[in-house]
């Protein structure tokens, strides 16, 4: 995902989505939008059963020795 976003692909996105923004909404969602793609990408990873720790109790030393084997 580029860093950057023309205004004519976030016109494009927003059509897509469905979305009517005024011109102040549109000119914040620009200025996050290098963040909101950087989180994207960090998501779009595999992960490990280390990732999901509120589901996970009692784990033992092969349990993390697994998650390194994943790395």
Do not use: C
Not at 12 to 37: E, M, N, P
Not at 41 to 58: D, F, I, K, S, T
């Amino acid at each position: 995902m580029p860093a950057d976003l023309t205004d004519g692909a976030l016109e494009f996105l927003l059509a897509r989505a469905g979305l009517h923004l005024s011109d102040a909404q549109k000119a914040d969602l620009k200025t996050v939008y290098a963040g909101i793609a950087d989180m994207a990408e960090r998501v779009r990873q595999p992960r490990g059963p280390m990732a999901e720790l509120a589901h996970v109790y009692n784990f033992t030393g092969d349990d993390l020795a697994a998650e390194e084997d994943l790395a």
